[in-house]
DNA sequence: AAAAGTTCCAACCGCGGAGTG
DNA sequence: TCACTCCGCGGTTGGAACTTT
């Protein structure tokens, strides 16, 4: 198991991975170009502080990634992309080759499962098509007429056609309107919209709206294109 | 039980940036 | 300014371990 240029290459066994701790105690981290010969290793500099960083170093963490550390690494992955290192600096006792390990195997997962549920549509799409199957359009109408529209409504004899018209509609349960599910959000969270209890938007309220809107682009560039909208 | 396929993880490789003479 | 060295990062690979057929 030896290079071309004589150093060792392949797995660590356990002799090696005791020379390097000592070095490291002895002499602390950095200085890699001393570490083979300091620690009497045939191995290139850059194995060891390979195997260091993402073995040997204390306070690693080991074993399955937590639902949090998982949603933190998509959040942060979403707002740097692949910077391994800085998305690992966020997350204690994780090695940036332990992130990048552990969202190549989620994606090909993910990508896996997707192709799955899409094959699965195509084929229950494929299954419920009928032959010639005419579709009429449908007049659209709102939900809940609006202020003014009501009470247009109410002083004249549209009311029946409206119900009517209504029933083709959106269903009841679907008719909530966004600005209900705002003062809803007020009310739950005791805090106005992009603003703290007296409304006033601080710096913190701000960041935490920004991040709310990151999770949803996909870049910072992304956000800044929408802001452009 | 065994072959084939898949997943996971440690390690290697090449590149770019920072520091230095 | 240039050349060189060192360090750190991200992409990729190899093989062990595990699962499925």
Redesign the pocket.
């Known amino acids: 198991?030896e290079?071309s240029s004589g150093?060792?290459?392949?797995?660590?066994?356990q002799f090696?991975?005791d020379l390097l701790k000592d070095c490291a105690n002895l002499y602390g981290?950095?200085?890699?170009?001393?570490?083979p010969q300091r620690a009497g290793l045939n191995?290139?500099?850059?194995?060891c502080?390979?195997?260091w960083?993402?073995?040997l170093k204390p306070n690693i963490k080991?074993?399955?990634f937590s639902e949090d550390e998982v949603d933190l690494m998509i959040r942060m992955h979403k707002l740097?992309?692949?910077?391994?290192?800085?998305?690992?600096?966020r997350l204690p006792g994780r090695?940036?080759?332990?992130?990048?390990?552990?969202?190549?195997?989620?994606m090909?997962?993910k990508v896996?499962s997707d192709k799955k549920e899409k094959k699965v549509k195509k084929q229950e799409a494929e299954a419920n098509v009928k032959p010639h199957q005419v579709i009429k359009p449908v007049p659209r109408a709102f939900s809940k007429p609006t202020t003014c529209l009501q009470e247009k409504l109410v002083s004249s004899s549209i009311v029946g056609v409206s119900e009517a018209v209504g029933a083709n509609a959106i269903s009841s349960s679907e008719s909530e309107n966004w600005w209900e599910t705002l003062l809803e959000d007020k009310e739950d969270n005791n805090t106005c919209f992009f603003g703290g209890e007296d409304g006033v938007v601080s710096d913190q309220n701000l960041i935490s709206i920004t991040c709310d809107f990151l999770t949803e682009a996909e870049t910072w560039s992304d956000l800044l294109l929408h802001i452009g909208d």
């Open positions: 198991m290079g150093v060792r290459k392949g797995a660590w066994n090696e991975d981290e950095g200085k890699w170009h001393l570490v191995r290139c500099r850059k194995s502080r390979l195997r960083l993402n073995y080991r074993g399955d740097l992309g692949n910077r391994w290192s800085l998305i690992a600096g090695t940036s080759n332990d992130v990048k390990n552990y969202w190549n195997s989620y090909r997962r896996h």
